[in-house]
């Protein structure tokens, strides 16, 4: 006790600068979970937490035995899967070749480029999607003209959704995802090219053996804790793009809870759903851990 009182001591003003950190988690997200217990029970807001009747699994058993349980199951892996597919080495690629650029009013220029999309809000995303993908759209007109395709109703086909809503995640946050590839690049050692070129490596070569071992901690990294939301799909995002009509890939579990909590007030099972989906989150996130403890010199504990 006296050596943690000696350190806040010492260090009393770098915990004052942490305090609103560690408010904002204490009070939007430890404090939160003292709720959860509606989970297992049928919860009430006039008998209130205390006062509501225990139900145990039954909100467990019932989204488990419900008749979309696989959809939502599949539509959120499949997801997720696709965003680290392609969206996360997006970024690896896009620092990859900025690094490769000797002209710096060009890297600059596009690193500026890519990264403005990142400050839209995702209101303003969507609606630039269904003002461009309707069916008298500038993506229709122009397929119409060029190739003489006809129109399609990109927004409300639900074969479509999952290619709009990666290829949109990739634009709008490729460019913001390079920033800490391009840090990682810049901590390696110039004297490690410079040996490469010695040894007659090309720039292939360079990037194989030098650029992407000095970034991998960082890759590692990055990914463990994408694994630990893969079944956190963007939702707000989701909840703008999809409709009844694209339910069938649309649908995850986020957007499901959203209705069945907000929507249809059934508490309960949406406290049980979510806390479905946080115990997935959080075991897949310790085995991502431990694999990668395993298997290399990484890891997050």
Not at 178 to 188: K, R
Request: a positive charge; proline letters at 3%; charged letters at 15%.
């Amino acid at each position: 006790m006296q050596r943690i009182v000696k350190d806040f001591r010492r260090n009393k003003l770098i915990y004052l600068m942490l305090s609103p950190a560690v408010l904002y988690f204490l009070i939007f997200h430890y404090g939160p979970m003292y709720g959860m217990q509606i989970a297992f029970k049928d919860y009430s807001i006039h008998l209130g937490f205390t006062g509501s009747p225990w139900a145990g699994l039954e909100h467990f058993k019932e989204f488990f035995n419900n008749f979309y349980f696989f959809r939502i199951m599949r539509n959120t892996i499949l997801l997720s899967v696709y965003s680290l597919l392609f969206a996360f080495p997006a970024g690896i690629i896009l620092a990859l070749l900025l690094n490769e650029i000797r002209s710096t009013w060009f890297k600059r220029s596009v690193q500026t480029i890519t990264y403005m999309p990142h400050f839209i809000s995702l209101v303003v995303v969507v609606g630039i999607m269904f003002d461009f993908l309707a069916r008298d759209g500038l993506i229709n007109q122009l397929l119409s003209a060029l190739f003489g395709f006809e129109p399609v109703s990109f927004m409300r086909e639900a074969d479509w959704f999952r290619f709009l809503y990666i290829g949109s995640g990739i634009w709008q946050n490729i460019g913001w995802s390079s920033i800490i590839f391009l840090a990682a690049i810049a901590t390696i050692d110039p004297s490690l090219y410079e040996a490469a070129k010695i040894d007659g490596a090309s720039r292939w070569r360079q990037t194989w053996n030098v650029t992407l071992p000095g970034m991998a901690p960082t890759i590692i990294i990055l990914l463990i804790l994408n694994i630990g939301q893969l079944l956190t799909v963007g939702n707000e995002k989701i909840l703008l793009m999809y409709n009844p009509i694209t339910y069938e890939t649309a649908d995850v579990i986020g957007t499901y809870t959203y209705r069945k909590g907000i929507l249809e007030t059934d508490y309960s099972y949406a406290a049980a759903v979510g806390m479905f989906n946080a115990v997935i989150s959080f075991s897949l996130l310790i085995i991502a851990n431990s694999i990668s403890r395993k298997v290399s010199e990484t890891k997050l504990w």
